[in-house]
Every structure is written in C-alpha cells, then in structure tokens.
C-alpha cells in the first residue's frame, strides 16, 4: 500500500474535478489501486498557492472561495501564486500540472515540468503545450531524474488513446490516423445544426467545461493540430512542430454549409489526421471535411471523440469516448497516476527479485 503526495499546479475545472475524486474515492483507491493521493501543494494564477506538508484535506480545499487569493483562507495558504516554489518546496512525489495550454509557446508548462524533474519528482499532465512542444526532452529528462512522465489526458481526455496505441497495439504497425480530436468545435458544429448560432454554442462548451481558456483555440484548429503532432510523434515516430501541420478551423463554415450537409446526410467534421508513407515521411493536416454518413466518424456526435488507427495488421481501429470535460479529463489524470504507481511496484519487485 502507497500513500503519494501531490501538488497541483493549476486548480481549475480540472484540477478541481481530481480534488473530488480524491474526496469520493481515496478509500477505495486504497482498496482497489493499492495508493491514496495526500495533497500537499496547490498553485493557481486566480487563487493563490498552499504549501501544507501533512496534507490538506480535500473537502476542505473544495470548499474555499473561488476569488482572488481564496487559498490564503487554509492553514499554509497565501494569496499570491507560487507555482515554481510549491513545486520546489511542498514534498510531493507527483505533480499534477494543469494550467491552461498555450499552443504557441507551451509556456509556463514546460518550465513547471523541467522544474519538477530537476527537484526529483514525477509529473503527469492534461496540457498538450509541454507534450506537442518539448515532448523528447521532457522524457529525457524525466529518465535521467528516474521519475515518470505521463500525459494521456493530452489527448482525447480520459479515453485511452496514447498508451493504447503505443502499448496494446505496439507491433500492430499503425500506419496513419484520422480522427475528431476536439469536443468543443465538434459540440460547436452539432449545436449549429440544431439552430444555435456559433456565439451560443461556443458559450454552451465553455459552460460545460469542454473549451479551452481562450476557446479560439478549439474553433479555429490549433488545439486539434497540438494532439495531432502528439499522436504522430508518439505513435508514427515523428518528430514534427505544429508549424509542420496545415490547419483550419471551423471558422469558415456558415449555417448553410451545415444545413446543406445535413439534407443530404452528411455532417461537417473537424478532422486531424497523419500518414505515413513508405519511405517513413509523416504528412499531416487539421481541416473541417464534409463526410459521407457511412463514413465512421460522421455520427461522432457532441464533445465526444473518436480516432482511426490504419494498420498493417489489424486493418482499421476506431477509438471512441469523451474528448473533454472535467472529470473525464481527471480520470485521464487517475490513469497516469496509475501507470506510475504500477511502474513503481513492478520496479520493486524486480529489485526483490534480484
Ligand atoms: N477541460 C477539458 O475538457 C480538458 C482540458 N485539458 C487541458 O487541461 C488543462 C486544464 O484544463 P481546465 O482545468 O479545463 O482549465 P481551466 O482554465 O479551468 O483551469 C486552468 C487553471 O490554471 C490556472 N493557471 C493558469 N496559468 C497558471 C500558472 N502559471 N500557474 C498556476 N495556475 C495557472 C488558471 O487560472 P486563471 O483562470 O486565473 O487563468 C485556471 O484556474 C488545460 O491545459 C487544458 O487544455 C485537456 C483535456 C480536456
Ligand atoms: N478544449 C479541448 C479540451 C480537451 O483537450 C476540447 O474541446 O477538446
């Protein structure tokens, strides 16, 4: 049985969701995952930060009021954030960074993830900036400090997609992929079919929990071309930027487009997608499609998200699940927090073996 402390950088929707997770199922994690997670650190831009070694309890920490420095209200609190010192400072084994994802410059995250290697601890995280961005050094980095680096939530939030792929279908021979990758702009699309206009259905998605903190990300392809380079560099063996993806966004379609799709029996789709020719080169692009009803991604309906592996030797794999939302996307965070535990034990046991 394993008790991991934890700080979380970023409490937000997310961060938030886990901290109620952590409240409904920390006993049965101990039961059933053989771990509890103790909070020792919580860091927010709005909130302020909270370094608190014994832990703090989680009812509590949901609890504070959502203003400006709410944090400075908990024993160990302070009005201002500090993110590099709870990172530093607060004894946690795993830090759980979930700031909002800047698709240009991937920044402060990288550096929160950098910083947690260097001061020995693990990372798992939600925001596709570090992984799309600065992937191979993190690893790197994450091997040389021996602690672990995970981020399925990158794509696809708590469906399993990256270690599916990578792990289940190693060998498999994936070829390519297409597949909606963004709820918000595929919610957005649906709801315009419904007669919503785009400014109502992008605040429906905010509501919801499903849009990033600047939603243009989602409408106009730039977080969908984020996880295609993920899954390209993860799964194809890539090494592309997202500057190597073309990518447009849902901007251009008007509710005529939708309509006329519509009564005919095809559906606009936001579709990202890479393939791999013969001689290793990876191609890939982000581009709104219209498509076929028989095609099987054309009923992906809401912030659900499905992507179609192309194998040499299992033909085509389509994975489908939700693709946003907050506690969706804390699972994603649980399953990390899983692999490193299992990671972990099986280190252990070799060590015993040996
Ligand atoms: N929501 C979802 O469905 C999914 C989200 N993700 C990713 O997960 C991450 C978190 O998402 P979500 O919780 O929804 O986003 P939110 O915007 O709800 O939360 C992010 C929080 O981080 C805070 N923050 C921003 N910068 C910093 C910083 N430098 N230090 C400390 N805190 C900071 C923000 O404060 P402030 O509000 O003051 O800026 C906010 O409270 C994002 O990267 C997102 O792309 C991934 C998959 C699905
Ligand atoms: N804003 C993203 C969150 C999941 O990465 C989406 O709507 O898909």
Same mark, same amino acid.
């Given at each position: 049985m394993a008790v991991y402390n934890v700080s979380l950088i970023g409490f937000g929707g997310v961060n938030r969701a886990l901290v109620s997770l952590i409240r409904n199922y920390n006993d049965e994690w101990m039961?059933?995952?053989?771990?509890?997670?103790? +909070?020792?650190?919580?860091? %927010?831009?709005?909130?302020?930060?909270?370094?608190?070694? /014994?832990?703090?309890?989680? @009812? @509590? *920490?949901l609890k504070i009021k959502m203003e400006k420095g709410g944090l400075a209200s908990l024993d160990g609190g302070c009005p201002d954030p500090r993110s590099m010192e709870v990172i530093r400072q607060a004894p946690a084994d795993i830090i759980v960074e979930a700031t909002f994802t800047d698709p240009k410059t991937a920044e402060p995250a990288i550096s929160y993830c950098r910083t947690a290697f260097e001061a020995g601890r693990s990372v798992v995280t939600t /925001?596709?900036?570090? &992984?799309?961005? !600065?992937?191979?050094?993190? +690893?790197?980095? !994450?091997?040389?400090? /021996?602690?672990?680096? @995970?981020?399925?939530?990158?794509?696809?939030?708590?469906?399993? &997609?990256?270690? *599916?792929?990578?792990?289940?279908?190693?060998?498999? %021979?994936?070829?390519g992929f297409q597949g909606i990758l963004n709820g918000t702009s595929n919610? &957005?699309? #649906?709801?315009?079919e419904m007669g919503l206009s785009f400014n109502e259905a992008v605040a429906e998605a905010q509501e919801k929990g499903f849009a990033e903190a600047n939603p243009a990300a989602d409408v106009e392809g730039l977080d969908i071309r984020l996880k295609v380079v993920i899954l390209a560099n993860e799964i194809l063996g890539a090494n592309l930027k997202p500057d190597d993806v073309s990518c447009s966004g849902i901007l251009g379609l008007t509710p005529a487009d939708l309509e006329d799709a519509v009564s005919h029996g095809e559906r606009w789709k936001l579709i990202g997608s890479a393939e791999k020719d013969e001689d290793g080169f990876v191609s890939a692009q982000v581009k709104a499609s219209r498509l076929p009803s028989s095609h099987p991604l054309a009923s992906i309906?809401? !912030?659900? /998200?499905? &992507?179609?592996?192309?194998?040499?030797?299992? #033909?085509?794999?389509?994975?489908?699940?939700?693709?946003?939302?907050? +506690? @969706?996307?804390?699972?994603?965070?649980?399953? %990390?927090? +899983?692999?490193?535990?299992? %990671?972990?034990?099986?280190f252990t046991e070799k060590g015993d073996a040996e």
């Amino acid at each position: 049985m394993a008790v991991y402390n934890v700080s979380l950088i970023g409490f937000g929707g997310v961060n938030r969701a886990l901290v109620s997770l952590i409240r409904n199922y920390n006993d049965e994690w101990m039961k059933k995952l053989g771990f509890r997670l103790n +909070i020792v650190g919580v860091s %927010d831009l709005h909130l302020g930060s909270l370094i608190s070694p /014994n832990g703090v309890d989680a @009812e @509590e *920490l949901l609890k504070i009021k959502m203003e400006k420095g709410g944090l400075a209200s908990l024993d160990g609190g302070c009005p201002d954030p500090r993110s590099m010192e709870v990172i530093r400072q607060a004894p946690a084994d795993i830090i759980v960074e979930a700031t909002f994802t800047d698709p240009k410059t991937a920044e402060p995250a990288i550096s929160y993830c950098r910083t947690a290697f260097e001061a020995g601890r693990s990372v798992v995280t939600t /925001n596709k900036g570090p &992984v799309a961005l !600065a992937a191979r050094e993190l +690893i790197k980095l !994450a091997q040389q400090k /021996n602690v672990g680096f @995970e981020y399925e939530g990158a794509v696809m939030s708590g469906t399993p &997609v990256i270690r *599916l792929a990578k792990k289940s279908m190693a060998g498999a %021979d994936i070829t390519g992929f297409q597949g909606i990758l963004n709820g918000t702009s595929n919610y &957005v699309v #649906g709801r315009m079919e419904m007669g919503l206009s785009f400014n109502e259905a992008v605040a429906e998605a905010q509501e919801k929990g499903f849009a990033e903190a600047n939603p243009a990300a989602d409408v106009e392809g730039l977080d969908i071309r984020l996880k295609v380079v993920i899954l390209a560099n993860e799964i194809l063996g890539a090494n592309l930027k997202p500057d190597d993806v073309s990518c447009s966004g849902i901007l251009g379609l008007t509710p005529a487009d939708l309509e006329d799709a519509v009564s005919h029996g095809e559906r606009w789709k936001l579709i990202g997608s890479a393939e791999k020719d013969e001689d290793g080169f990876v191609s890939a692009q982000v581009k709104a499609s219209r498509l076929p009803s028989s095609h099987p991604l054309a009923s992906i309906s809401g !912030a659900t /998200n499905a &992507v179609t592996f192309s194998t040499e030797l299992l #033909g085509d794999v389509t994975v489908t699940g939700p693709g946003a939302g907050r +506690i @969706e996307t804390a699972y994603a965070l649980l399953s %990390d927090i +899983i692999t490193l535990h299992h %990671d972990r034990c099986s280190f252990t046991e070799k060590g015993d073996a040996e």
